[in-house]
């Protein structure tokens, strides 16, 4: 079953309003969370890394006044889109890594974000 | 710095056919290498991985990769191509010091009957 659950799996909304996407880890604490983007026909691309209790790391070219990050609980880091606008229309995926030895990420179910 | 490099933005196969996807890395340190498998509007499924050990490494639904690096690949591969295979594969190594990871492009594999 699924060990990353992200919410919600779709969402519409207008321009300028702001939208929060969830991310939970399901069985495991995860101190760090990573958010993807990921434009249609393409890779993925790291937004910025959530920190449990600290600030995240926003990677270059990255707004973080735009796409705010929360790492509030051990399970629990939210993305909030503020402002919306058509071009961050997007997918936008979570993952968190579970043990540290392998490197291994789970990914959540992501979350497609249509900007009218 | 890491990066991965997937070779075929699409590929197409008989039903019944060999799948090859290939992959090519670059990083400065012993990678961990992924591959991943995404279907339409949902995240992304773990199929195999390599960390350190025997370098060919068997995945699920059939699927396996073997680590050369001598040619810093790590080509996924099937026998027989199934209609479910159909979907997109991300080549992935292991990339920031907090564990994330870096993507290949993708590429798209389809299953013709």
């Known amino acids: 079953g699924a060990v990353v659950s992200q919410h919600p799996s779709w969402v519409i909304c207008k321009s300028g309003t702001s939208v929060k996407i969830e991310c939970r880890s399901l069985d495991f604490q995860a101190t760090t969370m990573f958010w993807y983007r990921q434009f249609p026909k393409q890779s993925l691309m790291l937004m910025a890394t959530?920190?449990?209790?600290?600030?995240?790391?926003?990677e270059q070219g990255v707004e973080k006044d735009k796409f705010l990050i929360n790492h509030a609980s051990l399970t629990l880091s939210t993305l909030t889109v503020t402002s919306a606008h058509p071009e961050d229309s997007s997918f936008y995926i979570c993952?968190?890594?579970?043990?540290?030895?392998?490197?291994?990420?789970?990914f959540g179910e992501g979350s497609r974000l249509t900007v009218l | 710095a890491q990066s991965v490099t997937q070779l075929g933005s699409h590929v197409s196969v008989s039903e019944g056919a060999l799948v090859l996807l290939r992959c090519n890395y670059s990083s400065s340190v012993p990678p961990y290498l992924f591959w991943y498998v995404q279907y339409p509007n949902q995240g992304l499924q773990l199929l195999l991985k390599?960390?350190?050990?025997?370098?060919l490494v068997k995945g699920i639904n059939g699927f396996e990769a073997e680590f050369k690096k001598s040619e810093t690949s790590f080509h996924l591969t099937k026998p027989s191509a199934h209609m479910s295979d159909a979907a997109e594969y991300f080549c992935?190594?292991?990339?920031?010091?907090?564990?994330?990871?870096?993507f290949g492009k993708g590429t798209k594999l389809s299953v013709k009957p």
């Open positions: 993952s968190a890594p579970k043990g540290l030895v392998t490197g291994e990420l789970f």
């Open positions: 992935a190594v292991t990339g920031g010091s907090q564990g994330n990871l870096i």
């Open positions: 959530s920190n449990e209790g600290s600030k995240a790391t926003y």
């Open positions: 390599y960390t350190t050990g025997a370098t």
